[in-house]
């Protein structure tokens, strides 16, 4: 499938600060828009995820944003904490297997 | 945990030997996927499987072979075509096999060539 670009690679913010993380893209098949957290050593795990026909969704400190003209999309998280550090992977998919973004380090400092 | 599972969690291997990597889900998933990770790569796919017996290959392919006998099943095998195999391994399943749905992914196996 055709690439997702995400940035920026690696993120550091003070404790409480907010986070945001980019994605981007350019097909138009696509209309599926997950978020994955994957802590050290293990799995990744679904944290929110968007649908074309929307263009924000909000599930307590974490909110994504998708602009389907422009094709990028955004993951949000306010109010960090020591335990939202982790790796972030966008997504997209459609009518092919997901697509992921190479990841964004996030480093949340007390 | 989502009801997937990959054994074993560390796997040893010599140059030119081959290696098959488990995958099992009792989710009900009709689709199947495997994936590499290397750091800072994210997630590669390598196959995936939208129904039993019928699998495609993903964008890194290339000295890998996979099997879907089962619904529940999906091994990987290694061969010793993969010139550089050393990586976490990570297998998933999802609901109809196209991008629309949420993928659950198992713990992963990290695979070593000695």
């Known amino acids: 499938g055709e690439n997702v670009e995400q940035h920026p690679s690696t993120l550091s913010v003070q404790e409480g600060d907010s986070a945001v993380i980019k994605c981007t893209y350019s097909?138009?098949?696509?209309?599926?828009f997950p978020w994955y957290k994957q802590e050290l050593g293990k799995r990744p795990q679904l944290i929110i995820d968007i649908r074309s026909n929307v263009g924000e969704k909000k599930d307590q400190r974490i909110a994504v944003t998708l602009n389907k003209t422009a094709k990028h999309f955004s993951l949000h998280i306010t109010e960090t904490q020591p335990e939202d550090s982790a790796v972030y992977f966008c997504?997209?998919?459609?009518?092919?297997?997901?697509?992921f973004g190479k990841g964004t380090r996030l480093s949340v400092i007390a | 945990d989502g009801g997937i599972t990959q054994s074993p969690k560390y796997l040893f291997r010599k140059e030119g030997q081959n290696v098959t990597l488990s995958c099992e889900q009792n989710?009900?998933?009709?689709?199947m996927y495997w994936y590499r990770q290397d750091p800072g790569q994210g997630l590669r796919l390598i196959y995936y499987s939208q129904i039993v017996n019928d699998f495609q290959k993903g964008d890194i392919a290339e000295g890998y072979s996979v099997s879907r006998e089962k619904k529940e099943s999906f091994p990987l095998t290694v061969t010793s075509a993969q010139k550089n195999p050393t990586a976490f391994y990570l297998c998933a399943s999802s609901l109809p096999g196209t991008g629309g749905y949420e993928q659950f992914f198992g713990p992963g196996t990290r695979l070593t060539v000695l």
């Open positions: 997504a997209k998919g459609g009518n092919t297997p997901l697509v």
């Open positions: 989710l009900n998933h009709d689709a």
């Open positions: 097909d138009s098949a696509s209309n599926y």
